[in-house]
C-alpha cells in the first residue's frame, strides 16, 4: 500500500470515529434532556396578554395569520416577536426546582 493510500485510509477511519463520537454525544444530550416548560400548541394561541409591574399592559390577538394589538391601543403586531414570546413556553429546562424553594411574592406570582 502506498503511503498516500495509507494516509487517506487512516484520515477516513479518524473522520468516522469523529463522527460516530458526535452522534453519541448528541443521543446523549437530547436522553438526558428535561420536557419542555409546557406543552402548549402556540399555533392555537389566539390571545396574549403581557403584564408586568412597571409597563402598560398589551394585548395581543391573532387575526388569521397576522398578530394585531388590542390595548393600550390597535396597532398591528410584529409577528416575530411574538412568535419568540410563544417560543418560551416551550423552551427547553435545564434545573426543574421545588416551588417552595421560592418567594412567589419577591419573584412577582
Known sequence: MK?????NLWLVIIVLALG?????????????????LTVLDT???????VRCAQ????????DGAR??????YQL???????DRLLAVALSPVRVRRRVDEFN??????
Do not use: K, N, T, Y
Not at 409597563?55 to 391573532?62: D, L, N, P, Y
Not at 412567589?104 to 406570582?109: N, P, Q, T, V
Open 76 to 82: 398591528d403586531a410584529d409577528q416575530a416577536i411574538l
Open 104 to 109: 412567589l411574592a419577591r419573584i412577582g406570582l
Open 20 to 36: 460516530a463520537l458526535v452522534a453519541w454525544q448528541v443521543r446523549r444530550e437530547q436522553a438526558a434532556q428535561e420536557p419542555p
Open 43 to 49: 399555533a392555537a394561541v389566539s390571545s396574549v396578554r
Open 3 to 7: 503511503r498516500a493510500a495509507r494516509i
Open 67 to 72: 398578530w394585531v394589538m388590542q390595548q393600550p
Open 55 to 62: 409597563c402598560v399592559e398589551r394585548h395581543f390577538v391573532r
